[in-house]
């Protein structure tokens, strides 16, 4: 079993009000760096105000499919994360899982997000496009 890695200090990385494209591109492949060593990754939020739509789009949906993860939830855990903060990461993650089905051809195999919230919904879209 991967022991799981020092938590990432979101602050640190990208300020009190997390915006740019860039910058979540940096955390992005951070957390993927962590992922190949641990199981699961910390993202620490403490003292964090604010994340754009945008920054959680390039952030997490990126990070999701070019990893082929599942759910964000099966391997970070948003630690100290604001109501709002988890607002803004689970409706940018939700708005990518009704927009497409991937089939993630790089790594040679298939791979159908599923989202947190709904996930018996999005299991219908599914079987119909099947």
């Not at 591109?25 to 945008?54: C, H, M, P």
């Not at 709002?84 to 990518?96: D, E, G």
């Amino acid at each position: 079993m991967l022991k799981e890695a020092t938590p990432i200090i979101f602050r640190d990385l990208a300020g009190i009000n997390a915006k740019s494209r860039f910058s979540a591109a940096n955390i992005r492949r951070r957390i993927a760096s962590r992922l190949s060593v641990s199981e699961r990754v910390v993202i620490d939020f403490k003292g964090v105000q604010t994340i754009s739509r945008d920054f959680a789009e390039e952030c997490f949906i990126k990070l999701q499919s070019q990893n082929c993860i599942v759910e964000i939830s099966q391997v970070a855990e948003l630690r100290n994360a604001s109501p709002y903060i988890h607002t803004i990461v689970s409706s940018a993650l939700n708005k990518a899982y009704l927009e497409v089905i991937v089939k993630h051809k790089d790594l040679k195999k298939d791979c159908y997000f599923v989202v947190d919230q709904k996930p018996s919904d999005f299991r219908k879209i599914l079987e119909n496009q099947l």
